[in-house]
């Protein structure tokens, strides 16, 4: 039984998404705050699943801080829906990440394995640094 960990912004919403893990034989961690994910990094799940149907730009945030940890770096991760464009720039940061559509996502956590030559995309500070200040508050 993998052990997975859920991001997704809404408890609600969620609520389906961790019903649909459960039935396909995983055990889910989820919790709503954040902040919580930090004792991942000490014994850290299997497979860590991203929901990208709110709020996309969270979602990828919380996928390249995961990869900036040397212990989270290999536990794959596997994005679930969002919009086709956004899911496209996320690809562009993390292309070993695994995307699919819920309806997939069973068979897509069955062949994840971990990735011990885990793309470390740069954190955000990183990849703003060399841009102007018009084109950081997105007029330049």
Not at 12 to 26: H, Q, R, T
Not at 55 to 80: K, Q, W
Not at 82 to 101: F, M, N, Q, T, W
């Amino acid at each position: 039984m993998p052990r997975v960990r859920l991001f997704h912004w809404k408890e609600i919403e969620a609520a389906s998404l961790i019903a649909d893990l459960k039935a396909a034989g995983c055990s889910v961690d989820y919790n709503e705050d954040f902040g919580s994910y930090l004792p991942t990094r000490r014994s850290p799940p299997d497979i860590f699943v991203i929901d990208l149907t709110r709020l996309p730009a969270h979602g990828r945030e919380v996928a390249v801080a995961l990869r900036g940890h040397r212990i989270t770096r290999p536990v794959p991760i596997v994005f679930v829906d969002g919009d086709p464009e956004k899911v496209e720039r996320i690809r562009g940061i993390l292309p070993d990440a695994v995307y699919v559509s819920r309806s997939r996502l069973a068979a897509a956590i069955r062949r994840a394995k971990p990735n011990s030559n885990a793309v470390v995309p740069p954190q955000m500070m990183e990849r703003f640094a060399n841009r102007t200040a018009a084109q950081k508050m997105g007029i330049g």
